[in-house]
């Protein structure tokens, strides 16, 4: 049997005996009839977490307790005794149960689906473990094995969730009104001074590009979901104040239009003008119910990814982390190769030539951050610095004369000065730009080959390369195949976590460059949440990347990365949350009026006043 459908299997039967819970729990507890002062209590028992709603004359609380952790008065007060074991555990000893189960288990996916079902279960454990144990669980809850969930998630979808419990909010097209009571209905969590549920941040997709897998259709609400655990673990937002959401129209999908368990509509996408009023009604929903809620955008399609920002960007508090958060992370990291190379092989800035693999959103969003650093740091100008840069697509080099209809975000960096030549394979644009610095956003396995790579390191003493695709199967190579293929000179980064290498000959093992998003949109989410602009400037962006840049210590460059060392991820959001303020502030966009006093160490300070932590008594209470 597989081990899939045997885990499958046994969920089924937990799910059975939670529900089994839940009855007894809830006609234990029914009132009497004749009663006048009505209390109703419904939740279910588990490893960590017990959920008691008190309905008392038409006002709701919600009381978080602690399952196992929950004191014996406790238990006595709410009316528990028997219903827990009698040993009262600390979070600590939950954690270790957990981490003995979960590391049991030898697939990634039943891994994910675990740690789901955590999470809707018992939120302190799961982000305890989590941020604890972040280098160890990222690569769990989102890539690369989100990836893998999405692909799978009609089929794993009944078992990631305690029974009664959203995962997300699911919404389709309607009608203001509708859309609005849809909304509403969403309501996982109330706070614990029992305002009502008030997200602060959404993460929202209509599921078209998801990582490099394609349009997954409604199956694409894992992304939204794990952005949301990354901004709670790594930026300390309030897991009571995210909103996962998945706008489903539909898919082009053919293999899910096929499939008998696909979850989502079963109809094509509309057209591009539907398209565009439907998510306008959706966003002014939004707005509507939660006026002062950060909306991003991820992974829509190019087109449609970039029309979304034009329009949205400077009417609402947005931002598209795909084209943004993409380019603001790998800004950083080409900010210290750049730096590298020019301490250790006196390359100049304005010597810099980078070919970009790939042209979607995500490519000329990264383009467009670099070239303003070169036009802010090393005061080229606008033509000068557009010049440093040449886009690949399916069909080879883009360029003005190449005989096709360019999309409209590849028109600014399509190349004129080719004298009429096209170059199609990427090995000829190599011979032909020499370039410093090769990155790949093209989610074509391979395509940086021995043959491309050895060139690179040929042309170059330490040649840049970011093979920057996500999952880890379609990345455009390995850390482990580029340091063999370049005499272990490359400075490498990537989007999604390799393996170290150790170099044979020395004995000495390097560690990869990770360009992982959550370097920047948790601490930038937080910044915006906490000085509350009406939008999200390019200005902001520049400054969360140049703090990400600027936050590694001296060991950490000394061993020569690019990034700092996720065990200081909270840190770092922090850093990166206050240079967003700063600029906030310095703009006069900041509609927090305290932060305007504030220095730079007090800012700071307030930040990381402000970040959610699972063992903060006040979870799901308003800052």
């Known amino acids: 049997m597989s081990p899939i459908i045997d885990f499958v299997r046994r969920q089924l039967s937990f799910n059975n005996e939670i529900d089994n819970q839940k009855s007894v729990i809830t006609a234990a507890t029914e009132p009497k009839q004749g009663s006048t002062d009505i209390v109703a209590r419904s939740g279910y028992l588990n490893e960590g977490k017990l959920i008691i709603i008190l309905q008392k004359r038409k006002q709701l609380i919600i009381i978080k307790k602690k399952g196992t952790a929950m004191s014996v008065s406790k238990r006595q007060t709410l009316g528990l005794n028997g219903l827990l074991p009698a040993r009262v555990e600390t979070l600590d000893i939950q954690k270790k149960r957990a981490m003995r189960v979960l590391r049991s288990k030898h697939n990634l996916l039943e891994k994910y689906i675990l740690m789901a079902q955590l999470r809707t279960s018992n939120v302190r454990l799961f982000y305890k473990i989590v941020m604890d144990e972040l280098e160890e669980l990222a690569p769990v809850i989102y890539t690369p094995t989100v990836g893998t969930a999405c692909l799978e998630y009609s089929t ?87 909103l996962p959401i998945i706008l489903d129209l539909g898919t082009n999908n053919e293999t899910l239009l096929n499939d008998e368990f696909y979850i989502g509509l079963r109809q094509r996408r509309p057209s591009d003008e539907e398209f565009y009023q439907t998510v306008d009604t959706v966003l002014k929903a939004l707005h509507t119910v939660y006026p002062n809620m950060l909306i991003q955008f991820e992974d829509w399609s190019s087109e449609h990814a970039f029309g979304l920002l034009e329009k949205y960007q400077n009417e609402m508090l947005c931002f598209n982390d795909d084209i943004q958060g993409t380019g603001s992370v790998i800004l950083s990291g080409v900010m210290n190769a750049i ?176 360009g992982n998003n959550m370097y920047i949109f948790p601490g930038l989410g937080l910044g915006a949440v906490l000085a509350r602009p009406k939008y999200i400037t390019d200005s902001m962006i520049y400054a969360a990347s140049k703090a990400l840049a600027d936050s590694l210590t001296e060991e950490e460059r000394g061993h020569g990365w690019l990034y700092p060392s996720l065990k200081r991820i909270r840190q770092v959001s922090g850093i990166v949350a206050a240079a967003v303020v700063r600029e906030t502030v310095e703009k006069n966009l900041a509609a927090n009026e305290e932060l305007k006093t504030m220095n730079n160490k007090q800012i700071l300070d307030y930040v990381t006043l402000h970040m959610w932590s699972p063992t903060n008594e006040n979870y799901g209470s308003k800052m």
């Open 156 to 242: 794993i979808y009944p078992f990631l969730a305690a029974p009664g419990v959203s995962d997300g909010l699911y919404l389709t097209k309607g009608e203001l009104p509708e859309l609005c009571q849809a909304i509403r209905n969403y309501s996982p969590h109330l706070s614990e001074d029992g305002q009502a549920f008030s997200p602060e941040i959404c993460v929202i997709s209509d599921g078209s590009r998801i990582l490099g897998l394609g349009d997954l259709g409604t199956n694409g609400i894992g992304i939204p979901i794990g952005k949301l655990q990354l901004y709670v673990a790594c930026a300390g937002i309030d897991p009571c104040r995210t």
């Open 339 to 514: 730096r590298k190379v020019e301490t250790e092989n006196n390359v100049n800035a304005h010597d810099h030539r980078i070919v970009f693999y790939g042209a979607g959103s995500a490519a000329i969003g990264v383009a467009r951050q670099i070239q303003d650093y070169f036009q802010i740091e090393h005061k080229m100008s606008e033509e000068e610095a557009k010049k440093v840069f040449w886009i690949v697509d399916s069909k080879g080099l883009v360029t003005t004369d190449r005989g096709d209809k360019l999309a409209q975000h590849k028109v600014y960096y399509a190349r004129n000065d080719n004298q009429g030549q096209q170059y199609k394979q990427l090995i000829d644009i190599i011979n032909y730009v020499q370039p410093t610095t090769l990155i790949g956003l093209s989610s074509t396995s391979g395509a940086f080959n021995e043959q491309v790579l050895s060139r690179m390191a040929e042309l170059n003493k330490q040649p840049i390369v970011f093979p920057l695709s996500n999952p880890a199967t379609q990345a455009e190579c390995s850390f482990e195949q580029a340091m063999k293929a370049t005499n272990n000179t490359v400075i490498f980064a990537s989007g999604t976590a390799f393996p170290s290498f150790t170099i044979e000959s020395t004995g000495e093992t390097k560690y990869p460059g990770q």
